[in-house]
């Protein structure tokens, strides 16, 4: 029987990156079925197109197939959602909603409900290997200090309904695990573009700071929350994101574990923006604002979110309390020669690639 490898989240950003790597891992007798929302399929078909074509290896082995995780069967109809329990040797839940915005309801349907579906397939499935969870490392929420990868506190504080119901679904995936799922689960942080091309799909996070730094055309007022010399914010830019999971994914010792997808040397928000400084050429002046002052004033001011484009949402992330400890990842990645580049070596290409590509949203797929 032919086995497949269940995908969501395809043509995302991180999702179409890996389908390539695992097709490459593995022989030609396994395919990808890659779950899509019609609206998608055109997206995703000639996505897949395009995967296919860089290597004749990859032909004719990704299979599109339409859905939703929200529904029942995954909105598949019962001869393919059969064909799935038959078929999948591996799934990997990488579906979510990726906004640091999105209302409570939505964030409940797709992250929570959709994971819930997802595991269903995976609990139904005949001849499951692994399933594998993309979670977030801000299942953390707001926790004061360092947060380990077999730490799951809660519930909350939490920054967002994002960061609420991506803690609710992995809480509902290690149920699972402890009941016997074969599974693995990876807990990126801030998710930037290539470290090696700068490319991206979406501008969000460290990108709203580049965003109001190039729109100044030498000196930048910069507003601060909290101490930048404190906190830190950790990125990682996508490359290292999917050749992390791509490398643990293929070991039988990460079943059953959490890792963070982290920068073990996280980069202080100070320093970050002087990086940031470096490579823009701009000045920039430094105003401290408290946290507290800097959140209401983007939610409340009028036009003041608008004016500066950046999302009222992500301003807690500039004062986080929470330090991510990778000790296990950079255990099983050791041998592997995979690790997290420093920010200062591939910002200069986050920035070259927004300064060439403007128009690319603060939304990605949902």
């Not at 996280?266 to 002052?293: C, D, K, S």
């Not at 608008?306 to 099983?332: C, K, M, N």
């Amino acid at each position: 029987m032919t086995e497949t490898i269940f995908l969501t989240g395809f043509p995302g950003f991180l999702g179409s990156a890996l389908v390539g790597r695992l097709l490459d891992r593995h022989g030609r007798e396994v395919t990808m079925t890659a779950l899509v929302q019609p609206r998608y399929r055109e997206q995703a078909e000639a996505r897949a197109a395009r995967i296919e074509a860089e290597s004749p290896a990859r032909r004719g082995r990704i299979r599109i197939v339409e859905g939703d995780i929200t529904r029942p069967r995954l909105g598949m109809d019962r001869a393919g959602y059969q064909a799935a329990q038959r078929g999948a040797r591996e799934i990997y839940h990488l579906a979510a909603v990726y906004d640091l915005g999105v209302r409570r309801d939505v964030a409940e349907r797709v992250n929570v409900q959709g994971t819930r579906n997802v595991l269903g397939l995976a609990t139904d499935t005949h001849r499951l290997r692994r399933f594998q969870y993309v979670s977030t490392c801000y299942v953390s929420g707001r926790y004061p200090g360092v947060f380990r990868e077999t730490d799951l506190h809660g519930p909350g504080p939490f920054n967002n309904h994002y960061e609420e119901t991506k803690h609710r679904a992995e809480v509902e995936v290690q149920r699972a695990m402890s009941q016997g799922l074969p599974a693995t689960v990876y807990r990126p942080a801030i998710v930037v573009g290539d470290s090696r091309t700068g490319e991206t799909q979406k501008y969000d996070g460290p990108y709203y700071i580049i965003q109001w730094i190039l729109r100044w055309s030498r000196t930048a007022p910069l507003p601060l929350p909290g101490d930048p010399e404190r906190h830190r914010v950790n990125v990682v830019p996508r490359d290292f994101l999917v050749d992390a999971i791509d490398h643990l994914s293929s070991l039988q010792a990460a079943e059953g574990k959490v890792y963070h997808l982290a920068d073990p040397q996280a980069r202080t928000v100070e320093e970050m923006i002087q990086v940031l400084g470096t490579v823009t050429g701009r000045r920039l002046l430094r105003v401290r604002i408290p946290p507290r002052l800097a959140l209401a004033a983007f939610r409340y001011l009028p036009g003041l979110a608008s004016l500066t484009g950046i999302e009222p949402e992500a301003v807690p992330y500039f004062s986080h309390p929470t330090q991510y400890d990778a000790t296990r990842t950079e255990q099983d990645l050791a041998s592997s020669g995979i690790a997290c580049p420093p920010f200062e070596s591939y910002a200069e290409r986050l920035v070259g690639f927004m300064e060439e590509n403007p128009d690319i949203p603060a939304a990605g797929l949902a």
